[in-house]
Nanobody, 124 residues
């Protein structure tokens, strides 16, 4: 059974930093691209960042480029999202997702497995 569990969310002031983690189980993991998506109240789920299975290929939404960094540890079956210079518009529930292919993608429908989400709230 595949399970993705996010952690690290919380309340932070604008300009602050948070590091999200996602622990994966039930996956080969080395063969899976991983991604972070987010959903704010009243909005659709949107792509944040993705990383290929080897950890070299990374992609970011324009809105977070230069502020967020995605990384992975294949030995631990973990992915991370380092979020710096946070803005109130980054407030959302952040989801970790796994894709059955090793190639990173920004398309949510290409990801088969999802975590339960972790809340990030940025105050102004």
């Amino acid at each position: 059974q595949v399970r993705l569990v996010e952690s690290g969310g919380g309340l932070v002031q604008a300009g602050g930093s948070l590091r999200l983690s996602c622990a994966a189980s039930g996956l080969t993991f080395r063969g899976n691209a991983m991604g972070w998506f987010r959903q704010a109240p009243g909005k659709e789920r949107e792509f944040v960042a993705a990383i290929g299975w080897y950890g070299v290929s990374t992609y970011y939404a324009d809105s977070v480029k230069g502020r967020f960094t995605i990384s992975r540890d294949n030995a631990k079956k973990m992915i991370y999202l380092q979020m710096n210079s946070l803005k109130p518009e980054d407030t959302a529930v952040y989801y970790c997702a796994a894709r059955p292919s090793g190639a990173a993608s920004s398309l949510h429908y290409e990801y088969d497995y999802w975590g339960q989400g972790t809340q990030v709230t940025v105050s102004s």
